[in-house]
């Protein structure tokens, strides 16, 4: 599974433990930029790691995401809620596309 290129349709369709692999994915691209020398402001300019995440990704979780992702945190309680607030996004989101 090729997790660079997933879009928001292909995301709700994850498993918690692939949802995992897709954060962490994202996750090892940033901090390769950021150890290139970029700084978050140009990689942001550049592209938005986070645009397919966002529709599935309520409000309350974003920030704990971007810090974890940012400040390349591992810690399993940080992903499992991370992982809860996505399954909660994801449910919310197949809702609305429902109607």
Do not use: C, W
């Amino acid at each position: 599974m090729n997790l660079s290129n997933m879009k928001t349709k292909d995301l709700i369709h994850l498993s918690n433990e692939e949802l995992t692999s897709y954060v962490y994915a994202i996750q090892e691209k940033l901090q390769n930029k950021l150890d290139s020398g970029l700084s978050i402001d140009d990689i942001i300019d550049e592209e938005d790691p986070f645009e397919e995440l966002e529709p599935i990704l309520p409000q309350e979780v974003y920030p704990i995401l971007v810090l974890n992702i940012i400040n390349n945190i591992r810690s399993d309680t940080i992903m499992e809620a991370i992982i809860e607030g996505l399954q909660k996004g994801i449910k919310e989101y197949k809702n609305k596309i429902k109607e």
